[in-house]
T-cell receptor, first 113, second 118 residues
Framework: AQTVTQSQPEMSVQEAETVTLSCTYD???????LFWYKQPPSRQMILVIR??????QNATENRFSVNFQKAAKSFSLKISDSQLGDTAMYFC??????????FGKGTRLHILP | DTGVSQDPRHKITKRGQNVTFRCDPI?????LYWYRQTLGQGPEFLTY????????KSRLLSDRFSAERPKGSFSTLEIQRTEQGDSAMYLC????????????????FGPGTRLTVL
């Protein structure tokens, strides 16, 4: 069975600070993808960043970057220079090719002014 | 490309009534997924389609739930004899699955339909 665990239910940081959200996962698949999705208070799920498991290089999207440790099955998200608009629920997610997404329970992130 | 759309955005119904939700995927996306999200939780998979074929159904999908995707375009999710436990956000997602070994397979989500069963 595939599982995704987010151990931080809620976090708060000051605007402009850097914050790291943790995620661990378990899968027996060799070819899979990892995602971080953001769900703002309006509740539309938005893709933040994705990582293909076969790629060793960590993905980066502007202020968002991941630390992908395949052997440890760890996939953390770093948000640099955090902004008020980053306030949202963040979901770590795992998917094998062409299959359903397995989501973690989420981390509620508050960016404080 | 207008994104994934869902209708209605909100639905309030009385226990025992039937409800139907619609999802319009991004055009030419051949995979369509339904998820259910309860308050404070991550979305949970319900079912998905490859074109018009329903390929997998979760155990969460009881006999009261049925989903269709006629002609491989929009999809409907019907809940019969609704129960208070059905209250949740129902999310639809679509993906442009490509028959390549290393498809990125990103799923794009709609805004969801919030169901409240009184």
């Amino acid at each position: 069975a595939q599982t995704v665990t987010q151990s931080q239910p809620e976090m708060s940081v000051q605007e402009a600070e850097t914050v790291t959200l943790s995620c661990t996962y378990d899968t027996s698949e060799s070819n899979y993808y990892l995602f971080w999705y953001k769900q703002p208070p309006s509740r539309q799920m938005i893709l933040v960043i994705r990582q293909e498991a076969y790629k060793q290089q960590n993905a980066t999207e502007n202020r968002f970057s991941v630390n992908f440790q395949k052997a440890a099955k760890s996939f953390s998200l770093k948000i640099s220079d955090s902004q008020l608009g980053d306030t949202a629920m963040y979901f770590c997610a795992l998917v094998k090719k062409f299959d359903k997404i397995i989501f973690g329970k989420g981390t509620r992130l508050h960016i404080l002014p | 490309d207008t994104g994934v759309s869902q209708d209605p955005r909100h639905k309030i119904t009385k226990r025992g009534q039937n409800v139907t939700f619609r999802c319009d995927p991004i055009s030419e996306h051949n995979r369509l997924y339904w998820y259910r999200q309860t308050l404070g939780q991550g979305p949970e998979f319900l079912t998905y389609f490859q074109n018009e074929a329903q390929l997998e159904k979760s155990r969460l999908l009881s006999d009261r739930f049925s989903a269709e995707r006629p002609k491989g375009s929009f999809s409907t999710l019907e809940i019969q004899r609704t129960e208070q436990g059905d209250s949740a956000m129902y999310l639809c997602a679509s993906s442009p699955s490509r028959d390549r070994e290393f498809s990125t397979d990103t799923q794009y989500f709609g805004p969801g339909t919030r169901l409240t069963v009184l």
